[in-house]
């Protein structure tokens, strides 16, 4: 059975036995701003991920890097989400700082992986100190993508768990709806500005489109994380409960692992799914812009141009990263649309009767299955000849499926991991303020009447360590392809509707969706094999 395999350690709440706490957890501003404001970092982060994505393969390829190689390059991804995400989660949530336990590593993170940028920037320049080889320029280069990848997850593992931190599950749909958005409008603002002759608009910043837009990346991921960091003002953990002479590094693997060993059926079907999303997407969105762009110059030369014109290269790449810039404006418009078709729950038994939009909307889970369906045939459709306007149009397509990643499985995640918690309240002894996002969902407190759900770990801290549980699955987040959907289990939650999340629900866009893990009846469910798996 899913749970706990022996006795609980901690209080009520989830937190381990003898934690101490300080101050309150919040977001500062209008009640509107509040979810934008909580995730405008994650803008930033999108930025640098479209600068990656587009440039670093054509870069590496004109430094001289075979194309065989490349694989070994981007395995980074994978590999610093694997490391880094779980490893940041694990120390952050024992961090005592008195800027809480998130903030630190947000903008320690943000300030490493502005140190990577600069140096894929100006490798040349860089190389250049020490005699510029031909090796050694492609040997930093490298470097500079690792730290990259490597500092940015941890960025990504904080900007996740505050949200999780932040929001009751009945804002998570809500609040991670809006990260969609943002990760959206970073991918849209990193490709169009991509596309624009930096050099003679920034002629101060840098002499080739690549070395202004790592200036112009670096600046925004630090800005927009600071707008974030002075906005939220987090708990403060005082101790958390833990013997002195723990080794804290055995500690974190162990937890991390009774913690994987200890899922609910709920978050490890979503996990696994989610490690079933890997590899379809790691050759899309590091290969994209090269497979257009090779298509493209296969097309030219046919046509007469020659492969050492030195106009080509740049022309296949501008082409390539327009696909991506398609790709990203379908990712934008499906964020924002798509709250608006997602159904919410009416409450078990209810008789109220359905409009006439409400037959066009679906469940959270309904378009997690649709994108993923989706996003199969367009990988089965790269098996067929291909023209650049092709090539462009499946690459285009992607983004609806990119959205939909960038959104359901983490509200499905956040609910299930909040809704786990036994009396969720994430701090009881607060009233809400009309200023403040509310930290207590009077939805989700059970009758006495009730079961308590499982408790979730066996580990010296019985809490859900947030981050892993969204990210050990995520190796690169969203670098990951859809392959099965496996059923999710319902849970029903007593007591009454919050009339706060009401008033979020009417500003901001899209409905809250207070029981994101039900699949309706008839539902189309992909991956059955999988979900008899899940099975006990």
């Not at 009751?168 to 603002?189: D, T």
């Not at 002759?197 to 670096?218: K, Y």
């Not at 974190?252 to 200890?262: A, H, Q, R, V, Y």
């Not at 706060?500 to 539902?523: H, I, K, Y």
């Amino acid at each position: 059975m899913t749970g706990s395999f022996g006795l609980p350690t901690g209080n009520s709440n989830g937190e381990p036995k003898g934690s101490v706490w300080t101050g309150r957890a919040r977001v500062r501003g209008p009640l509107w701003a509040q979810l934008p404001l909580l995730t405008i970092g994650m803008l930033g982060l999108q930025i640098v991920w479209s600068v990656e994505m587009a440039y670093a393969s054509p870069y590496l390829l004109s430094l001289g890097l075979k194309k065989s190689h490349m694989a070994l390059v981007f395995v980074a991804g994978p590999l610093s989400g694997l490391i880094m995400q779980p490893l940041i989660g694990v120390l952050a949530d024992r961090s005592t700082s008195s800027l809480g336990r998130r903030r630190p590593y947000m903008l320690a993170a943000s300030l490493v992986s502005i140190g990577g940028l600069m140096l894929l920037g100006f490798t040349r320049e860089f190389s250049g100190i020490f005699g510029g080889a031909k090796g050694l320029t492609i040997g930093i280069a490298v470097y500079a993508i690792f730290c990259i990848d490597f500092s940015i997850n941890a960025v990504q593992a904080v900007d996740r768990a505050l949200l999780v931190d932040i929001l009751p599950p009945a804002l998570q749909a809500a609040g991670n709806a809006w990260a969609g958005r943002m990760f959206g409008l970073g991918s849209v603002a990193g490709f169009f500005i991509g596309g624009i002759n930096l050099p003679s608009v920034f002629p101060s910043l840098g002499r080739t489109q690549l070395e202004v837009l790592s200036v112009i990346s670096s600046v925004l991921l630090l800005s927009l994380h600071g707008i974030t960091a002075a906005s939220v003002e987090e708990k403060v953990l005082v101790t958390d409960g833990t013997t002195s002479d723990t080794n804290i590094f055995a500690q974190i693997f162990k937890d991390i692992w009774e913690n994987i060993l200890t899922l609910p059926r709920t978050i490890r079907s979503i996990c696994l799914v989610q490690f079933l999303w890997v590899p379809p997407w790691f050759p899309v969105l590091f290969y994209s812009s090269t497979w257009v762009g090779d298509i493209y110059k296969a097309t030219a030369m046919e046509n007469g141009r020659v492969e050492d014109d030195p106009t080509l290269h740049d022309d296949a790449t501008r082409i390539g990263s327009l696909a991506l810039l398609y790709s990203s404006i379908l990712s934008f418009a499906v964020s924002i649309v798509a709250p608006f078709f997602i159904r919410s729950n009416r409450g078990a038994g209810s008789d109220a009767p359905r409009g006439a939009m409400d037959k066009l909307k679906i469940s959270l889970g309904g378009l997690w299955s649709l994108s993923q369906g989706i996003f199969a045939c367009s990988m089965m459709a790269t098996l067929l000849p291909q023209t650049v306007t092709s090539a462009t149009i499946i690459i285009t397509i992607t983004g609806f499926c990119w959205a939909v990643s960038q959104w359901v499985p983490f509200s499905l995640l956040g609910e299930a991991i909040l809704l786990s918690a036994p009396d969720y309240t994430a701090v009881p002894h607060l009233e809400h303020a009309e200023d403040e996002i509310p930290l207590t969902d009077r939805r989700s407190r059970r009758r006495s009447s009730s079961p308590s759900p499982p408790r979730l770990s066996r580990s010296s801290s019985p809490r859900i360590h947030h981050e892993n549980l969204v990210v050990i699955p995520h190796h690169r987040l969203t670098r990951q392809a859809p392959l099965s959907r496996p059923k999710l289990e319902k849970r029903v939650s007593g007591g009454t509707r919050n009339g706060t999340d009401e008033d979020f629900q009417r500003n901001n866009d899209g409905p809250v969706d207070n029981d994101a893990l039900e699949l309706e009846d008839g539902e189309l469910e992909m991956g059955g094999i999988v979900d008899l798996l899940m099975k006990e």
